[in-house]
């Protein structure tokens, strides 16, 4: 009897749920949380430098019970991070990336050149 190796169901819709995702444009749009902070980052960066970026955006939250999401595709991404009381001092915090914008409670970030 031969035996062939196949990919279970779930893990082959996942993957076409995320290529179909990428080839549509997916949004990356999700509201900014109230009490905290959005972070934008619209130019295409390496999970490496998000994954560097999340953890010292992390590490600046106010003292409290804390919340995080992230969306990521194609390089961009949009985290969602609380609490955070300022935003414009907790961007003012950011020195390992380039500020471009501050909106209300939303903040745009680029790589440092």
């Given at each position: ?46 999970q ?5 970026w ?34 414009q ?25």
């Amino acid at each position: 009897m031969r035996h062939t190796h196949r990919k279970p169901r779930s893990i082959t819709a996942v993957l076409v749920a995320m290529t179909l995702a990428a080839f549509t444009g997916c949004s990356l749009d999700m509201d900014p949380p109230v009490n905290g902070v959005q972070i934008k980052i619209d130019k295409p960066v390496s999970q490496e430098v998000r994954e560097s970026w999340k953890e010292k955006l992390e590490a600046n939250l106010d003292e409290g019970p804390t919340y995080s999401s992230t969306i990521s595709v194609n390089g961009k991404a949009t985290f969602n991070y609380s609490p955070v009381a300022d935003p414009q001092a907790y961007a003012d915090k950011i020195d390992f990336a380039k500020v471009t914008k501050i909106q209300g409670n939303v903040i745009w970030l680029e790589e440092l050149q």
